[in-house]
């Protein structure tokens, strides 16, 4: 039973029997309430001052496992906002509560701090009219401010709600990150606490994220006696062998409903070219929304892997025999809310009440995923505006009319925690 049946049962009961429960506010009734439109009109006053903060904080480097800087500051401002038992996990997830009238249900938002860039790139923003560009502005740039407007938004109307929420900035979503910040939070720091999730990741406002994509990836080393290239000529080759390896995987068949992928990213090794090389690598990804298509493909690399070494030290002749390891990078665990869960269709209701266009559910890869995994109602959305290029280098985003991704926030989150 969820925590939200749960509370259905207990207010339905009274001492003389059961008697019928006070129905849910609607997304409209929440709309006319004079709180709620002051917070409304706040948003669209305070945008211009969170277009600046989320340039700002672009500018502040928070490259993968180096996002300490920019997590204080937002530490900072999670103080100044006036959030209660603001605090930095052991982790680095920057948290702050905002109690309701009771404790449950508990909402947690997050954004998160990293970005996929490394240390040393330029997140100098350049505006053109309604448009920002720099790497990272929307991913997750985007996601931080508006976090920080919606918070604004319901401490300047002295909004009320019955259930609690708790805002995190957290560390770890991109690449190698792995998602640590997510798995802290459920697993250690929030353990047992949550009772719905929302990450705010990307800008489309009329799309939630309700199913999230696994992936397994690995670093893949070969290794060998190495030696010359004329004067050891006909030992084993590591690069060879992954070569061999490398072919075997890309002639995998996958499914391609549901979809899954996989994907030879990076490869080095050697260390001249007259020299047989004595080590070579390369990092693999595979992904899907299904665990079995995941752990289907996952049997068909190593197999492959296998097969590449098995081949190459056959032709040699054992000489100079090649072995092979291989190493876990990182595991994003595969999850879905159902479309009918009351926290998507808290969103539905929001879309269609503030009219941004035909709802819809999408598949990705987001901090929703561990939540999703393990069963808790989650789901990842936008921040509003529109955006270009993320991961790259020219990332853009357009604040067209970005106050409204806030503004569905606000109202999702008010119909969930009512």
């Known amino acids: 039973m969820t925590f939200r049946n749960l509370v259905y049962l207990v207010a339905s009961a009274s001492f003389a029997g059961f008697a019928v429960a006070q129905a849910p506010k609607t997304a409209q009734q929440f709309l006319a309430e004079p709180t709620v439109q002051a917070a409304m009109a706040a948003i669209v ?30 530490r900072r401002l999670f103080t100044a906002a006036g959030l209660k038992n ?54 997750d740039g985007r996601g931080l401010a508006s976090m ?38 459920f697993e250690k720091t929030l353990k047992g606490q949550i009772d719905e999730f929302i990450s705010i990741d990307g800008t489309r406002s009329s799309s939630v994220v309700s199913t999230g994509v696994g992936s397994y990836r690995y670093r893949v080393t070969f290794t060998g006696p190495g030696g010359h290239s004329y004067g050891a000529f006909g030992i084993g080759n590591p690069i060879h062998a992954m070569g061999r390896a490398i072919d075997h995987i890309s002639q995998m068949e996958v499914p391609e409903k549901p979809k899954t992928t996989y994907n030879v990213g ?41 097969a590449g070494v098995e081949e190459e030290n056959a032709f040699r002749k054992d000489k100079g025999k090649i072995t092979v390891k291989i190493v876990s990078l990182g595991i994003r665990p595969a999850g879905q809310t159902p479309v009918d869960a009351p926290i998507i269709q808290a969103a539905k209701a929001s879309v269609e009440a503030l009219q941004l266009g035909k709802f819809e559910t999408s598949a990705s890869s987001t901090d929703s995923n561990v939540p999703m995994h393990l069963g808790i109602p989650s789901m990842t959305m936008g921040g509003g505006g529109s955006g270009k290029g993320a991961h790259a280098l020219d990332e853009s985003f357009d604040s067209t009319d970005s ?12 119909i969930l925690l009512q």
Do not use: C
């Not at 109690?99 to 490394?118: C, E, K, N, Q, R």
């Not at 240390?119 to 990272?136: F, I, L, Q, S, Y």
């Not at 050697?270 to 004595?278: K, M, R």
């Not at 991704?405 to 109202?411: A, E, F, H, K, Y």
């Open 266 to 306: 990076v490869v080095g090794g050697g260390t001249s070219v007259n020299s047989v090389p004595f080590e070579s690598w390369f990092e693999f990804d595979e992904r899907s929304a299904d665990v079995a298509s995941l752990d289907a493909v996952d049997a068909k690399f190593k197999a492959a892997v296998k």
């Open 148 to 185: 920080l407007a919606l918070i604004a938004a319901v401490q300047q109307a002295k909004i009320v709600t019955t259930g609690s929420l708790t805002f995190v900035a957290n560390v770890g979503e991109e690449g190698l990150g792995d998602s640590r910040g997510a798995k802290a939070l």
């Open 45 to 74: 006053a305070n945008e211009p001052h969170f277009l600046d903060e989320e340039a700002r904080l672009t500018e502040i480097p928070a490259p993968p496992f180096h996002e300490t800087v920019r997590g204080l500051e937002l």
């Open 403 to 414: 106050y409204k991704g806030v503004q569905n926030l606000l109202l999702t989150t008010l």
């Open 86 to 139: 603001v605090r930095i996990d052991e982790t680095g997830n920057v948290l702050g509560d905002r109690p309701g009238t009771a404790p449950h249900p508990h909402l947690v938002i997050a954004a998160h701090l990293d970005t996929v860039f490394p240390e040393g790139t330029d997140v100098h923003v350049k505006r053109n009219g309604t448009v920002m560009t720099a790497p990272g502005i929307g991913d």
